[in-house]
């Protein structure tokens, strides 16, 4: 009986034979190929592991994964910071690119992605994973800080059930994870920075999570940004600049987003964007201070200060038991003369603010309530000179 599990080091392309080191789509391309042509009847497809050994491979061929139940696995996630090597005098490193299972995102067929998981009818695609290799995007190009090479490490097209990315590691892609209506979606233990973005969900998600990442983007994009997510949980990630935003969510609703930490040089840390209700940001260690490093230096996310650490826009939020280190030169407060927020609450009615704790070098209004806001509840998250409410429609406990 022919096995269901596939080195790419031991397979033999059927044709003109391709080195996996040369070109490792065309080869996982084929192996899928096999898999479909042995694996034909809907009642017995139990799938297969594509098995991606520890080495340096070049994927000039997208891989179109069009099958469930498949898992592409390799020995090591194998990141390295590629933005301090290409901002750095490397004479004497001990090493210079990734390791691991190391895929070298090259894209010379005119793609973007390196894997495009997508299928058409139905069932939907389900039980895809990708665990434990490297995707590396090599290069941004004349300009190695600008986040921009067009390149894509996995994009899922159409809506899928139960995938699973785990253990992997990114690095200058400019879109790293692209999933498009995932249900019951697990993101995990991965090492995803150096990238314009690192995850996206797109069209909604439903039942999913993002848990114990580390996860950094670049000014151009953000962390994580989910739409018309129902019930994302978003934990134990340590989010680190220099993202838009750490976490964005825009129309979403009964998500979690609880335990993480999150380090940012720009405001809005957490931004709940368009109509999201009823969504719980709890329990976070938020860290916002300005960028040190040379060639950021002055670089921004376009906000001012004034739009918080976290800004809430919809109905029903709770915020409540975190703590905020904000620690700026009152010189880099904007607009020049302003108040640094901390929770603005743009619009919505019932959200409710309390037990958080702010720490900061400056005088800041630590709840912001904009005009629009109805029936909000505020306790425990700062002085009476620390709030600011252009709503008359709140309730509101000082910090004893």
């Not at 009642?43 to 994927?59: E, F, M, N, Q, R």
């Not at 978003?234 to 979403?252: A, C, Q, Y």
Request: with cysteine; net charge negative; proline share 5%.
């Amino acid at each position: 009986m022919e096995s269901n599990v596939y080195d790419v080091t031991d397979w033999n392309t059927p044709g003109k034979p391709v080195n996996p080191h040369n070109d490792i789509g065309a080869v996982i391309n084929s192996i899928i190929g096999d898999i479909k042509r042995r694996q034909p009847n809907p009642a017995d497809k139990p799938g297969a592991v594509i098995y991606v050994p520890p080495g340096t491979y070049s994927l000039k061929t997208r891989v179109v994964v069009d099958i469930s139940f498949l898992t592409i696995r390799g020995s090591g996630h194998g990141f390295t910071s590629l933005s301090i090597r290409y901002n750095s005098d490397t004479t004497g490193w001990k090493e210079l690119n990734p390791g691991g299972s190391h895929i070298r995102v090259e894209n010379t067929d005119g793609n973007a992605e390196a894997f495009l998981v997508a299928r058409n009818g139905n069932p939907r695609l389900s039980a895809i994973a990708f665990e434990n290799f490297c995707l590396d995007g090599v290069s941004f190009g004349a300009n190695q800080n600008s986040y921009r090479n067009g390149k894509v490490g996995i994009r899922f097209a159409t809506d899928n059930d139960s995938v699973r990315v785990r253990g992997m590691g990114m690095v200058y892609l400019e879109q790293a994870l692209l999933i498009q209506g995932p249900d019951a979606l697990d993101v995990s233990g991965n090492f995803i920075a150096e990238c314009g973005t690192c995850v996206f969900i797109a069209g909604g998600s439903q039942a999913s999570k993002i848990e114990d990442n580390h996860l950094g983007a670049g000014p151009v994009g953000f962390s994580i940004f989910a739409e018309n997510s129902n019930g994302l949980l978003i934990t134990g990630n340590n989010i680190f600049p220099r993202g838009i935003d750490s976490v964005h969510l825009k129309d979403s609703f009964r998500s979690n987003i609880s335990a993480n930490r999150l380090q940012s040089f720009y405001p809005g840390s957490i931004t709940l964007e368009g109509n999201c209700k009823e969504n719980l940001i709890s329990s976070n260690v938020f860290e916002r201070q300005v960028e040190t490093y040379g060639p950021f230096i002055g670089v921004g996310n376009g906000r001012e200060d004034d739009f918080g650490v976290v800004q809430v826009n919809g109905d029903g939020n709770t915020i409540t038991a975190n703590h905020v280190t904000l620690v700026v030169p009152p010189e880099q407060v904007t607009p020049a003369g302003g108040t640094a927020a901390v929770f603005r609450v743009k619009s919505g009615d019932q959200n409710y603010i309390g037990a958080n704790h702010t720490i900061s070098n400056l005088a800041v209004h630590t709840v912001v309530l904009d005009a629009g806001t109805t029936n909000s509840h505020v306790f425990d998250s700062g002085t009476e000179a620390q709030l600011l409410a252009d709503s008359s429609s709140y309730g509101f406990r000082p910090t004893p």
